[in-house]
DNA sequence: TTGTCATTTGACAACGTTGTCAGATATAAC
DNA sequence: GTTATATCTGACAACGTTGTCAAATGACAA
């Protein structure tokens, strides 16, 4: 900026003014201070300039994702961005892998950075570690699971009553040996949604059946082995319900290996590319993540831009999309 | 700082110290120190230390993909964050959707804040452009696809051969009339992986009808649509090579909606989840992204410890995995 | 005690920028 | 030509940190 200063021989304030667009600059100095940093490649410093603000905002805000690469995820991650960029603000992001003190190390790093804000989604089961970090002015949203101990906008899915239309949309079908397949218990929302199964089954008065319930399963083979002993015990269920994507796909492909998929309904818990094209194609219950990204970006630039009312939760309504395999008749 | 300082009643200077882990600080005044920034929950300013330090480095590397939600750019995008990470270094991503002016405003926008380094999954069809961040001291690796009219490292996969393999194994199969499905021909890659189509072809003494290529498709409905008007035509072809993983689902789409899809063979460049569930499953070219953005990362590190050797260009090979539809013979 | 040397500590400037405020210049009115 | 006013411009300090270097302290031998 000095070098910029020089070469168009004003004082480096008023290459600070054009730079930042303010007014009060006449034509012909703003003139030569363009042509000046275009011929020295001059690049602003924006840490620097953060740095004197009074605002202090760096336009920067960490995304924290229980993994970057897992499609509910990526998808949040890329509504999120859609809302950020066009602000001037960039992203950065982490995987916290279901991790408490991964999520916490990757908050701190982003912390450290003085990012403006936080979107989460949580792992950790224990969130007044954030209150330094919100006092030192870093807006906070949670997204798909709300926080524990820490009192913060989040933008839910209604778990539950996804999961209660879903089973009973198969207690319609004629089901009433329903099993369940669950993702690791200690995930709020792998809880919410076995509690709506419960529910659903108590309102429907069929009894919840504990052979018929397999939870804490991660990932696909997990998912895979469960199903296939599921189906193969002595009374096994006519219709499954499971409670996250890769079950699903685990359970799928269980059942397709057992020739069995056009026997045992199925409906899963969020939406898979390509469930259409399979036979039968999968009834899901379906999430909107680019809804939850946007509906939580926003929220939380409302809250930068000084919006003090009291946090609030904002819940995202899930989409039953039938497709076949929730239709089977025992 | 200084209000730390003032608490543990020493200078900053010696804060700094101890918050960097110098060696030099007596044992007495470091337990003062980490008492005191505790009781004051003080924070790192890392910005600030990085304008300061002789270095200059951020921690802080930029990531351009096409899409951070698409699955092969998510995997590279995983892949990368788990090198940079343990090194203490935090990854902002950006999506140029496959957009030259997009890639160009991020790269600025990383470039403002100082990033370290940048992988770029290229857009853009100039990056000369990015003579001036490099001479900045900002290291560049690309991933996918080379640079242009820019030297510089790059880690991308061996289309060409990946297509030849898959062409050939249709040929093998016993088919002449194979179509060819390409993704947006101003990509780089979509033209190797066609060039590839051509070469194989050749090679096998297979005469190219360009009635058989459908090329400039983006997306999954445009390629549904070339697939439907491509094998209802009055010459069909009996087997279809898919350059990219969407095109390839909406070919898949448009023969299981015309119930050909166990008629006419099909290859897809790139792996798709549950192509192993369909009917039959989906032969495709498998690249590797975790394995391209692991190279990618690394070699990132290693110019940014000061690795000067001439750029060089790592070549990650593909895998065809056979599940069906490409073993369906005319 | 004194002198020597190694270790520990702190004062100060600087990184690249912007807020503050005073000074310079141009414009208009008399 | 003078004054009053509005518009531009620049000198300087400060943001939170670390590099430099000199000063203070402690350990040990003579």
Redesign the interface.
Known sequence: MREVAALAKVSIKTVSRVVNGESGVSPRLTRRVTAASERL?Y??????S??RRSDGR?A?IGVVLE?????FA??L??SI?DVA?PR?V??????SDEDGDRERR?V???????VDGLIIQPASHDHSYLL?ER??GCAIVFVDRPPKFFDADSVVTDNAAGVRRGVHHLIANGHRRIGYLGDLHTIDTARERYEGYCAELAEQKVVVDEKLVRLDLRGIEKAEAATRELVTSSRPPTALFTGQNFIT?GA??AL?GLGLHKKVALVGFDD????????PGITVIAQDPAAIGRAAAELLFRRLDGDKSPSQTTVVRTRMIARGSGELRP
Chains 1, 2 share one sequence.
């Open positions: 490649n690049r602003h410093n924006l840490p620097a953060s740095l760096s920067t993994d970057v690469a897992n499609p990526s998808t991650h890329r961005e960029v001037g960039l992203v950065f992001a982490g995987s990757l701190s790093a982003f912390a450290s950075r003085r330094s006092k030192a796909i799928f492909r397709r898979i590319l390509l469930a259409d094209l399979l036979e």
